[in-house]
């Protein structure tokens, strides 16, 4: 099995999400903002999701709704940002996916828990 990966290298890194410049993040993103976590739903939210509201205090790019939520901890892993914890704030780069629900611009690479 390792002579295989060895031989076929982009086999074993497909699933692995390349890190955006932070200029690529800005352009990419319909939303940069900074926002503390008020409340995480439980169960699934949309898409196998679970969604995180938001307390939004510096909106840097964009305009977002007032009750918006972000998708995270979906079915892809190497896609999922290491967010979001009640009460914590995060700097957030998100795209628009459907009605008022958000997700990372760049998987685990668009949201940056800050305190």
Known sequence: MLALAAL???AVL??????MTLSEK??????VLM?????VGGGECL??????????????KGTG?????????????EENPLCCEV???YLFFLKR????YFQSTNGPFGIYRVN
């Not at 898409?47 to 840097?60: D, I």
């Not at 709704?65 to 892993?77: H, S, T, Y």
């Open 8 to 10: 076929w290298p982009g």
């Open 14 to 19: 497909s699933n692995q999400q390349r890190e």
């Open 26 to 31: 800005v352009e990419s993103s319909d939303l």
């Open 35 to 39: 926002a503390s976590i008020v409340a």
């Open 47 to 60: 898409g196998m999701h679970r969604c995180a509201r938001l307390n939004v205090a510096t909106t840097l």
């Open 65 to 77: 709704p007032v009750d918006m939520a972000v998708l995270f901890d979906g079915p892809i892993a």
């Open 87 to 89: 009460g914590q704030t």
């Open 97 to 100: 996916t459907k009605g008022s």
